[in-house]
């Protein structure tokens, strides 16, 4: 009998919305890392569809959700500069969990803990469909760039 797989809030808020998509799974016990390039050859898509969820602050509870292709890294002038911050850095991982409800490496623009000001890099939006973590280690989403910015009421930018 087939194990039942457990639902993320990511998933739930998906469903929620009525958008479609496909959950992706890949193994996490192999011994291989789960950076991005890695788990794109996991799960079997060219890595130019696999985003990666990345949270910055500008100090003082202004936290800002940034989703930009795993092979590439979030340009901090120019998302600072997108989101009318004079500085951005990056959270420490540790406060991630609390801050999100997710992990390093699970962390999905849908489904946080709060809704932060969402930001997906330019690259995303003339594609078919987009591939970002489903809210854990292991489990990816595939659904089209559009209905997931308009579920986390997200906006397009370069930030890359």
């Known amino acids: 009998m087939a194990k039942k797989i457990a639902k993320t809030n990511a998933v739930r808020l998906i469903e929620q919305q009525k958008i479609s998509y496909e959950l992706l799974l890949y193994a ?27 949270i910055a602050t500008a100090g003082a509870n202004r936290y800002y959700v940034f ?20 500085k951005i850095e990056m959270i420490a991982v540790k406060d991630l969990l609390g801050l999100t409800g997710y992990v390093r490496g699970g962390c999905s623009p849908i489904g946080m803990k709060k ?15 987009m591939i970002v973590s489903a809210g854990k280690i292991g489990m990816k989403l595939k659904v089209a760039p559009l209905d997931l910015a308009k579920a986390c009421d997200g906006k397009f930018a370069e930030i890359v």
């Open 67 to 86: 989703v930009v292709p795993v092979a590439e890294e979030l340009d901090l002038k120019k998302a600072a500069k997108v989101i009318g911050e004079k």
């Open 115 to 129: 809704l932060f000001p969402t930001y997906f890099d330019t690259t995303a939006e003339i594609l078919d469909f």
């Open 28 to 54: 996490t016990d192999d011994g291989q890392a789960v950076d991005g390039i890695t788990v794109s050859e996991k799960i079997g898509y060219p890595f130019e569809y696999v985003y990666k969820t990345l």
